[in-house]
């Protein structure tokens, strides 16, 4: 198993940094949705 993700993320080192700069978008705004209505 290990093997395999190695593996992957020799196959994906291109776009793994655009990778988490979408995850990591994708949480901000996960939080800021779940944030956002306790204001008003």
Do not use: N, W
């Not at 979408?22 to 306790?38: M, R």
């Amino acid at each position: 198993m290990i093997t395999d993700v190695k593996a992957v993320i020799h196959r994906s080192s291109d776009t793994l940094p655009q990778d988490f700069v979408g995850a990591a978008a994708l949480v901000v705004l996960l939080i800021g949705g779940l944030y956002l209505p306790g204001l008003f």
